[in-house]
């Protein structure tokens, strides 16, 4: 589980550094002072949703039903994050999912090291996504070390 967990997010930290230099050249100026902590946001991202990935696909046996709940999960993941429009102004319904949805501390918290602007704090982004990265990695853990060849 943590190797493959590993692995996933070498790649994913691997491209976000990509798109990041990408960025850098087109113009964007971070602070260099918070740039350690966008790192350290980036790569609890990237381990969040591989041990998620690796933690689901630990209980499936097919490829096609992965892909089909992998997609059915990261959309409304993605859409209801912040990455695309603001959190501020929800309705309340919204409020709710959008707490309990860990990619939305993600997008938070880059967008407070990058840009300093921050809707939940980004003491309670990096917290929160320490604590649901361990508990993915230990559920995960768990149900791999149960897969049946």
């Not at 998620?52 to 490829?63: K, N, Q």
């Not at 959190?87 to 407070?112: F, K, M, Q, S």
């Not at 704090?121 to 768990?142: H, K, N, P, Q, R």
Request: hydrophobic residues 60%; aromatic residues 10%.
């Amino acid at each position: 589980m943590i190797g493959r967990t590993l692995g996933g997010a070498t790649v994913a930290v691997l491209q976000g550094a990509i798109v990041f230099l990408i960025s850098l050249l087109i113009g964007f100026r971070p602070s260099a002072v918070m740039l350690p902590l966008t790192f350290l946001v980036m790569v609890l991202i990237a381990f969040l949703f591989t041990a998620l990935g690796t933690a689901i696909a630990s209980i499936l046996e097919d490829m096609q039903g992965f892909q089909l709940i992998m997609n059915f999960l990261v959309m409304p993941i993605f859409f209801l994050s912040g990455a695309l429009f603001p959190l501020e102004g929800l309705p309340e319904a919204l409020v709710v999912v959008t707490r309990l949805n860990p990619l939305a501390y993600g997008v938070d918290g880059l967008r407070a090291t990058l840009i300093g602007n921050a809707h939940f704090g980004l003491a309670s982004d990096i917290g929160v996504l320490a604590f649901i990265t361990s508990l993915l990695l230990l559920i995960g853990g768990y149900l791999f070390s149960k897969i049946q060849l």
